[in-house]
């Protein structure tokens, strides 16, 4: 037996590993790796004392069969035999059978931490959900959208009496006349660079100088007057009606627009 652990120290000071290594690489307490080089079997745990030859045979390069096998022969007091079973016996002698893998501790420890872990994770996910479904949803607000108003106005309501003596008296009753109020939406869509003057709701000129990919909506009550200096550029739509081709490009144009379309068309910009 001693003549075996010291051919396992010498295998490793061959490779010039150290036993910090060794326990390092296997996780194998060196207190351990040190029992199986002095030989000192009786403070290794018994059920690991293959699994710790295995892996110290994996780090030092050596023949892992061969040191569970001479381990084995020791164990049952055996002394080894160098080069193997003689040739007469090997054909009788069935295969060795490989030892059973050694499940260390170490893995199991693992194992636990990333259950708790994931069952961690998954608490935490449940929590969350149920603090979303508990909290009161916001009805979703429908934007409103606006259409068109009409205003109807009654000029005048005749009322009409009559008196026993058959003479009949007219009263007029006056009612304040508004104009009909009828909102419409102008959306411009630029294909190329264009200068605009837009006067809407009979207020000042607006100007403006837009760009190819850019596009403008206004709002308007009344009728809206558009002055374009690249009517081939732009594309108009009133009420999301397409106008169609405005003109070529480079033509100036000077547009009336209302609610059902354009109602004026004038080549040339006007004052």
Same mark, same amino acid.
């Given at each position: ?55 110290? #045979?994996?780090? *030092?390069?050596?023949? %892992?069969?061969?040191?569970? $096998?001479?381990?084995?022969?020791? =164990? /049952?007091? !055996? ?43 998954? #608490?935490?996910? *449940?929590?969350?959900? %149920?603090?979303?479904?508990? $909290?009161?949803?916001?009805?979703? =607000? /429908?934007? !409103? ?127």
């Amino acid at each position: 037996m001693k003549h075996f652990c010291e051919e396992l120290k010498a295998a490793r000071e061959y490779k010039k590993v150290s036993l910090e290594q060794i326990s390092t690489i296997t996780k194998i307490n060196i207190s351990y790796l040190k029992a199986l080089e002095d030989g000192r079997w009786d403070v290794l745990p018994e059920p690991y004392i293959k699994g710790f030859l295995k892996a110290y #045979a994996q780090c *030092v390069g050596m023949n %892992v069969m061969k040191v569970l $096998k001479k381990y084995d022969e020791l =164990e /049952k007091g !055996v002394e080894p035999v160098e080069g193997g079973l003689p040739e007469d016996q090997q054909k009788l002698a069935p295969p060795t059978p490989p030892p059973p893998p050694i499940k260390s501790r170490f893995p199991a420890v693992k194992i636990r931490t990333y259950g708790l872990l994931y069952g961690l994770l998954v #608490a935490a996910i *449940v929590v969350v959900g %149920v603090i979303v479904l508990r $909290k009161p949803h916001k009805p979703v =607000e /429908k934007p !409103v959208v606006e259409t068109e108003k009409t205003v109807m106005t009654v000029d005048t309501i005749r009322v009409v009496t009559q008196k026993p003596d058959s003479t009949i008296k007219t009263d007029s009753v006056k009612v304040d006349s508004t104009p009909v109020i009828i909102q419409f939406s102008i959306l411009a869509s630029f294909r190329d660079r264009c200068y605009m003057e837009v006067v809407v709701n009979d207020t000042i000129t607006q100007k403006y100088l837009f760009q190819s990919g850019q596009s403008k909506m206004w709002v308007s009550e009344k009728l809206v007057k558009m002055k374009l200096l690249n009517a081939g550029g732009v594309n108009i739509k009133i009420n999301g009606n397409d106008q169609g081709v405005l003109g070529a490009s480079g033509q100036a144009l000077t547009l009336l627009l209302g609610p059902d379309g354009i109602i004026e068309r004038t080549e040339g910009s006007t004052p």
